[in-house]
């Protein structure tokens, strides 16, 4: 299987949005998230808008799209006045049939080149523990570095991009885009979800 990774084009839009909320419906994550829905779908929507750091990317396998990620702007404040800008990664999503087969990989090494070519001095994000060592992302605690609420986690990532740009960050607390927040969002979000469930009804019922 070839993988390739390419920039996103406005023709990708409607799968990228598909990829993502596919990815994003496994067991147990719509229940956690508590709306009802998926949610990342409209992340990826709403990042073309606002708050998007530039970097929306299709992973291909064998021509056909089957990954999908954008990166965020975020900040760490520290103390009352410094704000160190860093990107976030995220949604990032696989097509279920397509994991474990390296395009989640390719997509996270593609974030990486292109934040460091285009100036970001380090990525911070919520993600999956499992990716710190092949990735070279560490804990953001290891640099002193908490989420908005002061809390560290396994969870919370980070990996520089130029060295020594996070020695400016400890004692700082993260803060990322206001579009990660599903809970204070969910009437938009269901309101977006129910085209692709309409959609996917629609689809089943023809299928039939
Ligand atoms: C997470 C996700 C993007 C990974 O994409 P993928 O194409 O399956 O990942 P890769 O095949 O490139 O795997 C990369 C490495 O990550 C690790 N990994 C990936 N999925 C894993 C899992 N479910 N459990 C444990 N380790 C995992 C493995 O160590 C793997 O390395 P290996 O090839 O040496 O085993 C994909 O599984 C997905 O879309 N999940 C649902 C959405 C999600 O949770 N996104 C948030 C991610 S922060």
Not at 115 to 130: D, I
Not at 162 to 188: M, N, Q, T, V, W
């Amino acid at each position: 299987m070839k993988i390739t990774v390419r920039e996103e084009e406005e023709r990708d839009y409607r799968r990228s949005e598909e990829i993502i909320r596919e990815a994003f419906s496994y067991p147990g994550r719509i229940e956690r998230g508590g709306i009802g829905c998926p949610s990342e779908h409209w992340m990826v929507h709403e990042l073309r808008k606002r708050d998007g750091a530039g970097i929306r990317l299709v992973a291909e396998a064998d021509g056909v799209p089957a990954g999908y990620v954008a990166c965020s702007r975020a900040q760490i404040l520290v103390g009352d006045t410094d704000a160190l800008p860093v990107v976030n990664i995220g949604p990032i999503g696989v097509l279920p049939e397509y994991q474990r087969k390296g395009i989640g990989k390719a997509l996270f090494h593609a974030v990486l080149e292109r934040a460091a070519e285009t100036g970001w001095g380090a990525v911070m994000f919520f993600g999956r523990p499992e990716y710190c060592p092949q990735l070279g992302f560490v804990e953001a605690g290891t640099y002193g570095v908490s989420d908005r609420f002061g809390e560290i986690s396994p969870a919370f990532l980070c990996r520089e991009l130029k060295e020594g740009y996070l020695s400016a960050a400890r004692g700082g607390r993260f803060f990322d885009s206001d579009i990660y927040d599903e809970k204070r969002h969910r009437e938009e979000i269901r309101t977006f979800d129910r085209q692709f469930a309409a959609e996917e009804a629609n689809g089943a019922r023809e299928a039939r």
